[in-house]
């Protein structure tokens, strides 16, 4: 329902909506402010994170969503540290049946995004983990898009080259998107960023080849990927639920080099080391199936919705033996060879293989509605049931287990009910605010690990329409991955580790693969945090979050190879006679205790540049290329109508001819209007499920529009000339005389000192003075007349022609403690004092930011990560060293533009229509961490390339949309 925002008085009313704005209706003395509900829009206590409007999304030159997602990451992001960093993903306020329903739709076709907390995702069936983004998509947009892109290191070593194609349509309850992508990675070896080799590795013979040579950084890559989706909305209009088939085929290709094969050859009391040309090779092979429903429909007052998603995955690693040179040391031996000589050939050893043959099934249901109604307001409900299946078949030669197979079912139950305890609107309590408790609980029965149970409680209060203030308590159990437990047993030769026992580093075999011992975890979190709507700016907040989380029989990843992490777990390390390191097995390990807590506080801000225009900028004429179903917000009347059009950049407010031009084109006649006339908003309203305009709906709005002169009941029709005293009077500078306004509005802009309140003016002033575009009481003709005499590509930044926008996002990680008990009886380990188990230690503080600027079409996006250096301790013996590891400073620039905003270049160039071109700098700094040793020595292991082997990365990408 909208919701006013000045009084409303019983009569019938002009209402003016051609734009995104909220719509203004004039009472005869009164303005009355609607804003509507947006379809999909999420109703729920919990204040949103964030809020972009269609021109927020623009500003950001995302070509899909998923880059959308990436640049507004600090928002997205989740600092609970449980489950995927990946938001839940909702479309229209509906769940989706994957991620890749809706990861390269084009950005151009959502109207609205919405950004809530990790309580919300409980209403949907998911655990509160991870944030929530609703993606609200127009009514009607249809595209046709071609993308390629092309990055390079300025450092050099690699390529990475990217192409793209989609089709994309939403008409009504319709939709569809189908895409296909392929992208290739060059290889990137040690050779190529100088890294620095062990001499111990180095051959001892010139005319060896180098190893390093065959030792890759980043391995090469293939990716091959099609992606379609189909929705149809159920009854009329796609208001009664909705229909959804997906799928996907992905086909990866990734070689990495392990290095040479080496042999020591001895001859009396000389030896020399010595290397084999062919490197040891790795190729992992992926094909990957995946298929997906959704279906939800109205039951009554309650929505059943259901999801269904399965994918099969092939994946075939081979890897190469290490040949048998015991050939060579005979030959030396039997004097045959000298070792010094020329090498003869050596035959491959041939080569291992592992195959993983994956199932895996994910179906959810879920019922929600309002079980009863309470007196603070309607309670709300989610029932969820669910059925997952995960089957996995796993074989290498290396082993002597045969094929090892591992299935899963995992059936679960749960419910989530919230409900209203204090209302200001209901005027229960009201003036505690508006109190929500929220309770969920649930539960997993795992056929090969049992009963796994969750339950939490949270309270949302908000006491002032600007502050939200939430506490919850979760309580969870985990069971390790199929994979965690059974993955196939895989050996890698010559990694790199260091050893801190005696402070080399070592080339060492690794083992990966699965641990049949892990057990269950046992998670206990306590959230609280608090939203501010910041009253120094228009569209501007403060988020503060406080995290503490403990959890018992922790699966991890194996750690860091500290002195208590082998004192720990000694049967995973191997060392030969002389203490060195030769193996190191790396299979998941669990920890008895892991304790943290912390605080993520942080702002979102964003303002105008030069005019105040907030129209969507999605008409096809401004570049996007794509065909909107709606008209531009900017539309002039139909030929023959009275009245100039507004200026270029004006903002879409109220304009009283335009509201008379549009009054006669609707009200003369009874032919249909012509939809391209038609401002955005009014035609998105009067569009039928099939594209055209509704007869019925024409007919209702025509009743209200064309009956605007007075002659409906009550007589409060518009009057124009009273709407421009109003204009005249709240439009000067400094303070209005508040005697000359109708004595409802006049109390509307006190204050409760019975002063006027600045910022209601202010909004009011938006609102009216720049209606006509032109500031200072010009006419919007002067304004365009003055416009068109100017020649050459609009500004970049500044007053131009459609104005602009900018945006900040800054967030801040505090962390308190951070502890971990390897095992029971062992010592706890600090991680913010060194007592890492993670390459690369735990620094105590992280910053991540993301802003821009968007104007006339040009674009500037920054995003930066900063974290602070970080200590990791050594044992204290005679060759041992604490390690430092230094802060890192990432910055990311986009540098973008919209040529098809350039009218008078697309006049030159029509195909530049709907094109964009990026600039992209990953990296801006070429920055990568430095780790050094107590003497400032940097260790063989830790050396920049190994911590970012690519260093800065430019790149250009082009777009076309059609």
Known sequence: MPVPAFAEEPSAPATINDGDDDPLEVHGDEILVLAPRIRGQLDVPQKPVEVLEEEDIQAYGANSIEELLAAISPQTNSGRGRGSSRPIMLINGQRITSWREMRRMPPEAIRRVEILPEE??????????????????????????GAGEYNRPTRGGYDNYELETGLFNVSGPRRYNFSAKIVQTTMLTEDERNVRQEESSRPDVAGDPDPARYRSLASSDYDLSFEGTMTQGLGENGLNG???????????QQTSLSGLDTVLLTDGGESALRTLPDPLTTRVITDAFEGGLGFSKFLGDWEFSATLDGSYTDTSTQVDRRRDTSGLQAAVDAGDLTIAGALPFVPGAGVDTAQNRSLALTSLATLVGTPFRMPAGDASLTVKAGYDFTNTRSEDTRSTLGTIKLTRGDVQGGMNLALPLTSRDEDVLGAIGDLTLNLSGGLNHLSDFGTLTDWSAGLTWSPTEKLSLQAS????????????????TVFNYNVPVYDFANGTTALVTTISGGNPGLVKEKQRDIKLSATWQLPFFDRANLLVEYFRNRSDNVTESFPLFTPAVEAAFPDRVTRDAAGNLI????????????????????????????????????????????????APASAQPAAGTQGPPPAAGSRPGF?????????????????????????????????????KIDPERLAQFKARVCSADGAAPGGGGFDPERFARIRAVVC????????????????RLRGPDGQIDQTRLASLRERLCKADGAPGGQSGQQTASRE??????????????????????????????????????????????GDALAAGGVPRHAIEASGGL????????????????????????????????????MVDLRLFADLGRNEDLVAKVPFLKGTRVAFTVDNLFDSRQKVTDENGVVPIAYQAAYRQPQGRVVGIDIRKMF
């Open 120 to 145: 919300v995702a409980l209403r949907f069936g998911y655990p509160a983990n991870q944030r929530v983004v609703n993606l609200i998509l127009k009514e009607q947009f249809a595209a046709v898009t």
């Open 242 to 252: 909705s229909i959804t088939a997906s799928g996907g085929y992905n086909h990866t």
């Open 473 to 488: 308590y979760l309580v969870n159990e985990a069971a390790p991955s199929l994979s965690q437990l059974g993955a196939p």
């Open 583 to 630: 193996a190191l097995d790396r299979r998941a390990v669990t920890y008895d205790r892991v304790s943290n807590s912390r605080v993520r506080w942080g702002f979102n801000v964003s303002g105008n540049i030069g005019g105040n225009d907030r129209s969507s900028g999605s008409r096809s004429a401004d570049g996007s290329g794509g065909r909107s179903g709606s």
């Open 655 to 691: 304009d009283p001819s335009r509201f008379e031009a549009l009054r006669k084109q609707l009200c003369t006649g009874d032919a249909a209007p012509d939809p391209a006339t038609l401002p955005e908003r009014l035609r998105e309203r009067l569009t039928g499920s099939d594209g």
């Open 732 to 747: 000067v500078e400094g303070a209005p005389d508040l005697s000359a306004l109708p004595e409802q509005l006049a109390e």
């Open 788 to 833: 068109r005499s100017s020649s050459g590509p609009p500004p970049m930044f500044g007053r131009g022609e459609r104005g602009g926008r900018w945006n900040l996002s800054v967030y801040h990680t505090w962390r308190f403690t951070d502890t971990v008990r390897i095992a029971q009886g062992a010592p706890v380990l600090d991680e913010l004092d």
């Open 854 to 889: 968007f104007a006339n079409g040009y674009g500037l996006r920054m995003n930066a990560e900063w974290e602070a250096p970080a200590n990791v301790n050594g044992t204290g013996l005679p060759g041992s060293s604490d390690l430092r590891f230094g802060s890192t400073f």
